[in-house]
Nanobody, 117 residues
Framework: QVQVVESGGGLVQPGGSLRLSCAASGINFGITAMEWYRQAPGNQRELVATVTSDGSTNLADSVKGRFTISRDNAKNTAYLQMNSLKAEDTAVYYC???????????WGQGTQVTVSS
């Protein structure tokens, strides 16, 4: 059974940086994509970044130039490097791991990111 665990969230001042990690366990092959979403209070969950099995990446317009997504296939882990953080980046960040066995993906429990002075 695939399990997904996010880590790395916290409180940071505007302009600061954080790196989130998303680790998938219980699977040796078949991950097709790892995605980061975020959800702020009162807002819908939105897709922030995607990295596919071949290394292709995609970022939401709101974070381009500030965030990067990467992946360590050997560790089944994806990273979201967040720089130049703004107050509007405050949200719970969730990881979704899509596989050939479960195309809808498996979600993690989320990690809180708060950007505030």
């Amino acid at each position: 059974q695939v399990q997904v665990v996010e880590s790395g969230g916290g409180l940071v001042q505007p302009g600061g940086s954080l790196r989130l990690s998303c680790a998938a366990s219980g699977i040796n092959f078949g991950i097709t994509a790892m995605e980061w979403y975020r959800q702020a209070p009162g807002n819908q969950r939105e897709l922030v970044a995607t990295v596919t099995s071949d290394g292709s990446t995609n970022l939401a317009d709101s974070v381009k130039g500030r965030f990067t997504i990467s992946r360590d296939n050997a560790k089944n882990t994806a990273y979201l490097q967040m720089n130049s953080l703004k107050a509007e980046d405050t949200a719970v960040y969730y990881c979704n791991v899509r596989t050939v066995f479960r195309k809808a993906g498996v979600w993690g429990q989320g990690t809180q990111v708060t950007v505030s002075s």
